[in-house]
């Protein structure tokens, strides 16, 4: 019984060794890889701080979303370039909203003056000037932007 085991494991080895004709269709086509998406300025973002939490239960709203809080240094930070504040919009926009809470984001052009907002969005006067933009996404869908929103 071990002998014939032995012979059928052997055929079967044999087998799965013999060349196997081919199926699949020749590439004819050159494929393409799509251009990554190109920023218009020179800003780097970069995320100081950010926040997620639920928010309570109230009468006009029975069923909370999160709010969501981000502090952004804006490494590159140029004023006249027109590009970065399309880019700071496109960077604010890309945080993650729900339907029934809210996300604010603050950025700042100076890294070692942007700051944490473990408290919420109360910090120190001393970060108000550095402060260039603010993006609001309200639970009712409207958004704004706003460029230096603490002058």
């Known amino acids: 019984m ?6 059928f494991g052997i055929a079967t ?7 196997q004709e081919s199926k699949s269709e020749p590439i004819t086509e050159t494929q393409t890889v799509p ?3 190109q920023k218009k300025s020179s800003a780097n ?3 100081v701080s950010e926040v997620h939490e639920p928010m ?4 006009g709203n029975p069923s909370p979303g999160h709010k969501n809080l981000y502090s952004i240094y804006v490494e ?6 027109k590009n970065v504040w399309d880019d700071m919009s496109a960077e604010a926009k ?37 402060c260039v933009g603010g993006y609001w996404y309200y639970p009712n869908g409207s958004q704004e932007m706003k460029r230096y929103p603490m002058k």
Do not use: M, R
């Open 76 to 81: 590159n930070f140029k004023d006249k370039d």
């Open 35 to 37: 251009e990554p998406v």
């Open 94 to 130: 890309s945080k993650p909203h729900d339907t029934n809470g809210f996300t604010v984001v603050f950025f700042f052009s100076n890294k070692a003056n942007t700051p944490s907002l473990n408290n919420g969005l109360e910090w120190a006067e001393k970060y108000d000037k550095y």
């Open 13 to 19: 080895l044999v087998g799965c060794n013999q060349p």
């Open 2 to 7: 071990k002998k014939l085991i032995l012979i």
């Open 45 to 47: 973002f970069i995320v």
């Open 56 to 59: 309570g239960k109230s009468p």
